[in-house]
């Protein structure tokens, strides 16, 4: 199984990911998690990031390829691999498709958390009293929500144009979207 998982920040992407992980026994790749071990090195990389990430903002799509052609190239891919975060807008969308032609790993599946914009701010408050990630605050958050509708919606109507994908419901409780997500893709 190749899965795309897409949503706005707190729609519960990383959090389904690492479930979807254990039941199909795949690669979980959150571009999110890969930044912020970089961060977390003190790399080069890392040091570029991270402002841009504490902002809201989006990491340059170069940077982002050049990390994801990486991951993808490791061996624990050859099972299958769900992406969390990525692509994030068109030009990466686009970038992936290339990608994943060269590798012979094409898509089986895209799905979209759907969850209304109250409770994604509810939910990132939440975590940002339980972890303090650094771009939870409020200020992050709203900007995070203005660069999802302006650049990563576009790619929801990418794929939906496609006939690849699936929308599924992410309100509820963790099990209920779990088996949500795997129904929409019979997984
Ligand atoms: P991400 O790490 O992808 O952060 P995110 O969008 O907030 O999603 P995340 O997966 O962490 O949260 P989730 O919805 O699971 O990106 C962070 C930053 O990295 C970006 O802003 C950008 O700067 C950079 N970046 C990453 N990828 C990039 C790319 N491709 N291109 C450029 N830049 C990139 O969960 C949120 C909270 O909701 C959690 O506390 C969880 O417990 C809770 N929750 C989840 N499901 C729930 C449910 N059903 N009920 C109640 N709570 C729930």
Redesign the pocket.
């Known amino acids: 199984m190749r899965l795309v998982l897409l949503?706005?920040?707190?729609?519960?992407?990383?959090?389904?990911a690492t479930r979807l992980k254990e039941h199909l026994s795949i690669a979980h790749i959150?571009?999110?998690?890969l930044?912020?071990a970089e961060v977390a090195a003190g790399t080069e990389l890392g040091k570029q990031a991270k402002a841009?990430?504490d902002a809201?903002?989006?990491?340059s799509?170069d940077i982002?390829l050049g990390m994801l052609e990486s991951r993808l190239g490791q061996a624990d891919v050859a099972n299958g691999f769900i992406l969390?975060?990525?692509?994030?807008n068109v030009a990466?969308a686009n970038a992936l498709d290339t990608l994943l032609v060269k590798i012979g790993q094409p898509l089986d599946a895209v799905v979209q958390l759907d969850v209304p914009t109250e409770l994604l701010v509810e939910?990132?408050a939440?975590?940002a009293a339980?972890q303090g990630r650094a771009?939870d605050n409020p200020e992050s958050v709203r900007q995070?929500l203005q660069?999802y509708n302006d650049q990563t919606a576009p790619v929801v109507d990418f794929y939906a144009g496609r006939g690849t994908l699936a929308r599924v419901d992410?309100?509820?409780?963790?099990d209920d979207?779990e088996a949500r997500i795997r129904a929409a893709i019979h997984g």
């Open positions: 949503g706005p920040p707190g729609s519960g992407k990383g959090t389904q959150s571009t999110g998690d930044l912020r841009v990430m809201g903002n989006l990491v799509d982002l969390d975060g990525y692509p994030r990466q939910r990132i939440g975590r339980e771009d995070r660069v992410g309100v509820g409780e963790l979207v």
